[in-house]
């Protein structure tokens, strides 16, 4: 009978408590309204007679609730709708649509006291917005039960699912990757004072583990291993299959459908989130049920399976709609900024930054971010069993800015104090929460081959088979080398003189068939539509007798990786080195790529779908640098410094990800290691079959350490 007074008077008490903040809320509302007023001469709150103070206060007030109540009520309705919008679009129409808000909160007022010009409405409402959900953030900070009802409503949770009666509660699991950020990244980012939640972890006992990537050092290999346990058959980020003739991009929603549901036929599961997870801002479900942001699921049908659903729960908060806006249209003006300030400076390497990057940099270092992250808080707040997230924002701005400077440095800090942001939400949640932080892969600096050299892959290729290239080859000591390599393939391929501005004195003749050339970072890939089989040496040598040479002793390739009737396959670098890929190791003409560069290879080799050609721009260990063949200075998706050197940083209740002196090797094994994690946190989560054992030479294991499984944003 205690018992119920008491728990009769907690609830009286927290109703009380909940009234006094609204009453607050709305005071400080009144007031920023009153203060507007004074400000801007667009907005009155008064007849056109004049009115006494109180009289303005009231109709202030009046005002304020009357915003209050439709963002409450109706913006839900609006963002629901909203969802058909384009993200971008979304970002511009959140202040209007805020704006219509109040000109309808000032309408409702009796007498029609209060009135405002549109264009000043926008901004009046998103102060209004700001300051309401800063005044209930400050109310709410030293009431836990306040502040646990406040992240309840912000992720669009009411209360935490019912308990499953477990006598224990066992700990949840949240994997939060950082695309793009490699191992030495993170630990330079520590040292330098960037991510001090990071750090944190450090100095009370996580441990941080590198781990090595595949060939394909790219989100889409590394993620389709990490989630669904294989990346088998993924040669690069896109490549050309000559059995279904299909282009494969990997960031596509129909190429990321069949990834899918080859790895999940491949394996035999669905992925390692099937039981109870959620997967947020991903290329792939994990065989999650919960779902936001997912590439692969985009065209699934349903209000729980689209992959706009995750945007409904953030958005439906007015001011969290009007923070993002905001930070949208000031992360746009930081680009702008950042770029031309690199322009101005002549600063080195460079790729341009215009058209429509800076919203897609916004898109992804805002927008991306704050709905995965509202997602993964109110997943923890709804105690699910095992969450994965990506965070994007570092890969993309790396890509066009370069992985290490200020541009890069802003991210990392944002980057961590989302995580931070989690971790005291995972405070609250109605379970414990292990929060294991990784990444996909790294990003290796450089300038592009086009900047290097002065003429693409793609021209070098066609000079190579004797085709046109197109003159815009630059006036440079790197563009006069490749000028003489284009030539010199001209003259070996066509065995007839090229007059003096590279060009042949008459037309080129008709081909059968044209190379098709694609480019994954500083990884290339070239395939001939017209033969259905993958061709050997000796057929290209037939076809284009000076491609292969022109390949492998041009200065911006490390090595190219051919087929052979003769000796299996091959790889062929400059200097006339030829070495079977049956007999390559970690010493032979890919020693400047690192320990298990062969064992990479090798296993790409056997993909069914790996290109007639691989292409490996070079890599210079003493900087660190790659040319990438796409317009990027900060790449990964081949071989060559830090994009094969991800991280994984994992709490020191978790077991050890490999014994001592042993090494983390592939996407694969990453997913062995993620699948333990969960057993040990929560019993059995996925189906303990072993994935189906693979045949590993002698010489692959040996270069790839003793815990080598063959490997694979």
Request: charged share 20%.
């Amino acid at each position: 009978m205690g018992d119920g007074r008491w728990g009769g008077a907690d609830r009286w008490r927290s109703a009380g408590s909940a009234l006094g903040r609204v009453i607050v809320v709305w005071a400080v509302s009144t007031l920023t309204l009153l203060i507007l007023a004074g400000l801007l001469p667009d907005f009155q709150l008064q007849s056109a007679d004049g009115d006494s103070f109180t009289r303005t206060a009231l109709t202030a007030a009046a005002a304020a609730g009357a915003f209050g109540l439709l963002g409450a009520l109706v913006w839900p309705l609006l963002v629901r709708a909203l969802l058909l919008v384009p993200a971008l679009v979304l970002g511009v129409l959140v202040f209007f649509l805020n704006g219509s808000l109040l000109i309808v909160a000032l309408w409702l007022i009796p007498d029609g006291r209060g009135a405002v010009a549109p264009e000043t409405a926008v901004v009046v409402a998103a102060v209004m917005s700001a300051v309401a959900s800063a005044t209930s953030t400050a109310l709410a900070v030293h009431d836990d039960d306040a502040y646990r009802r406040r992240l309840y409503r912000l992720t669009g949770r009411t209360r935490p699912r019912a308990s499953d009666g477990s006598p224990e509660q066992v700990p949840g699991t949240v994997f939060l990757q950082l695309d793009g950020v490699g191992h030495h990244v993170l630990r330079d980012a520590v040292a330098d004072g960037l991510m001090p939640t990071v750090a944190e972890w450090l100095d009370t006992g996580h441990r941080l583990t590198p781990w090595r990537t595949d060939w394909s050092s790219q989100t889409g290999a590394s993620q389709l291993g990490i989630l669904h346990g294989s990346n088998e058959d993924v040669p690069a980020f896109r490549w050309y299959e000559k059995d279904t003739g299909r282009l494969m991009v990997s960031n596509r929603p129909a190429s990321a459908v069949e990834l899918q549901r080859r790895a999940v036929r491949r394996t035999g599961d669905g992925g390692l989130l099937t039981v109870d997870g959620a997967s947020r801002g991903n290329l792939f479900s994990g065989g999650a049920d919960q779902l936001a942001l997912v590439l692969s699921m985009a065209a699934r049908r349903g209000p729980r399976n689209r992959s706009r659903a995750g945007y409904f729960a953030y958005f439906s908060d007015p001011a969290n709609a009007v923070r993002t806006a905001g930070s949208l249209v000031a992360e746009c003006a930081r680009e702008i900024f950042q770029s031309t300030r690199a322009r101005l400076r002549r600063e080195g390497p460079r790729v341009s930054r215009g058209g429509t990057y800076p919203f897609v940099r916004a898109f992804a270092t805002v927008v991306e971010r704050d709905v995965v992250v509202s997602a993964v808080m109110g997943d923890m707040l709804a105690g699910r069993t095992a969450v994965y997230a990506d965070l994007v924002a570092y890969d993309e701005v790396a890509h066009h800015s370069g992985p290490h400077g200020r541009d890069t440095d802003q991210v990392l800090r944002r980057l961590d104090r989302s995580i931070a942001l989690i971790a005291t939400v995972a405070e609250h949640a109605p379970r414990p929460y292990r929060i294991v932080l990784l990444s996909d892969h790294g990003q290796s600096p450089g300038e592009t081959f086009e900047g290097a050299y002065g003429l693409t892959l793609k021209d070098l290729v066609r000079a190579g088979c004797g085709l046109p290239v197109p003159r815009r080859v630059r006036r440079t000591r790197s563009g006069s080398e490749a000028r003489d390599a284009a030539r010199d393939a001209l003259r070996l391929a066509l065995h007839r003189p090229v007059d003096e501005t590279g060009e042949t004195a008459r037309e080129l003749p008709a081909r059968p068939s044209e190379p098709l050339v694609l480019a994954s970072g500083n990884l290339g890939l070239i395939s001939f539509p017209d033969v259905p089989h993958r061709m050997t040496r000796e057929e290209i040598d037939r076809r284009h007798p000076a491609l292969l040479r022109t390949l492998a002793h041009h200065p911006g390739v490390g090595f190219v990786l051919v087929a052979s009737a003769e000796h299996g396959s091959v790889v062929l670098a400059r200097d006339g080195a030829e070495v079977p890929v049956a007999e390559l190791d970690d010493a032979g003409p890919l020693a400047v790529f690192g320990r298990g560069a062969a064992g990479a290879v090798r296993r790409t080799d056997g993909f069914p779908h790996v290109a007639d050609i691989m292409v490996n721009s070079m890599y210079d260990p003493a900087t660190g640098t790659v040319h990438a063949f796409e317009e990027q200075i900060g790449s990964h998706g081949g071989l060559g410094g830090e994009q094969s050197h991800p991280f994984l940083l994992s709490p020191p209740e978790l077991s050890p990800p490999v014994g001592a002196g042993e090494e983390l090797v592939g996407a694969e094994q990453v997913h062995r290691v993620l699948r333990r994690w969960l057993r040990e946190c929560s019993g059995p989560q996925v189906p303990l079959a072993p994935l189906p054992p693979r045949e590993i030479s002698p010489a692959a294991d040996e270069s790839a350490g003793a815990v080598n499984h063959p490997p694979h944003p």
